[in-house]
Antibody
Framework: EVQLAESGGGLVQPGRSLRLSCAASGFTFDDYAMYWVRRSPGKGLEWVSGISWNGGIIGYADSVKGRFTISRDNAKNSLYLQMNSLRIEDTALYYC????????????????WGQGTLVTVSS | QSALTQPPSVSGSPGQSVTISCTGTSSDVGGYNRVSWYQQPPGTAPKLMIYEVSNRPSGVPDRFSGSKSGNTASLTISGLQAEDEADYYCSSYTSSNSYVFGTGTKVTVL
């Protein structure tokens, strides 16, 4: 059974940093691209970042480019999101999601999602 | 990247059909057949309902169907059921190697 478990969320002041993790199991992690998607309170889904199966291709939403860094450790079946210079508008539930297709270098669709980890940016 | 445009809400009685539109540009919806639809009931994670415009993952009822014309994609739910009440989001790959979701549509079963 595919499982994605996010962790690392919490309350943080504006301008500070936070690192999210996603532990994956139930599939061959290094065959698939992985993503971070967020949903802010009262708003819709927003794609944050994606990383290809081998880490060679990375993409970011304009809203986080230069502040967030996505990475993966295929040996540990883990996905990460380093979030620096956090802003109030980064407050959201952050989901980790798995690509449906193997060995993709661009983004297609997400067939499994975690339950999310809540990030609250507030002074 | 601007979010794809969806109607804020649609509603229908059980058994009726509803259609949700998703309007983008030639740089996303119109340029690629990588339009997907996700269902998100309150308090749960999103679920993939349609991929590559009109394909259903296994386990998704055939009441759900997708299509695309130009820069606008559509999701139709036929034979609406109470369990279909949720938020629905379209999404698409974009020409800048990013990904964009729609603004979301709340489906209410009357």
């Amino acid at each position: 059974e595919v499982q994605l478990a996010e962790s690392g969320g919490g309350l943080v002041q504006p301008g500070r940093s936070l690192r999210l993790s996603c532990a994956a199991s139930g599939f061959t992690f290094d065959d698939y691209a992985m993503y971070w998607v967020r949903r802010s309170p009262g708003k819709g889904l927003e794609w944050v970042s994606g990383i290809s199966w081998n880490g060679g291709i990375i993409g970011y939403a304009d809203s986080v480019k230069g502040r967030f860094t996505i990475s993966r450790d295929n040996a540990k079946n883990s996905l990460y999101l380093q979030m620096n210079s956090l802003r109030i508008e980064d407050t959201a539930l952050y989901y980790c999601a798995k690509e449906t297709l193997k060995y993709t270098s661009t983004w297609y669709h997400f067939d499994y999602w975690g339950q999310g980890t809540l990030v609250t940016v507030s002074s | 990247q601007s979010a794809l445009t969806q109607p804020p809400s649609v509603s229908g009685s059980p058994g009726q059909s509803v259609t949700i539109s998703c309007t983008g540009t030639s740089s996303d919806v119109g340029g690629y057949n990588r339009v997907s639809w996700y269902q998100q009931p309150p308090g749960t994670a999103p679920k993939l309902m349609i991929y590559e415009v009109s394909n259903r993952p296994s386990g998704v009822p055939d009441r759900f169907s997708g299509s695309k014309s130009g820069n606008t994609a559509s999701l139709t739910i036929s034979g609406l059921q109470a369990e279909d009440e949720a938020d629905y989001y379209c999404s698409s790959y974009t020409s800048s190697n990013s990904y964009v979701f729609g603004t979301g549509t709340k489906v209410t079963v009357l």
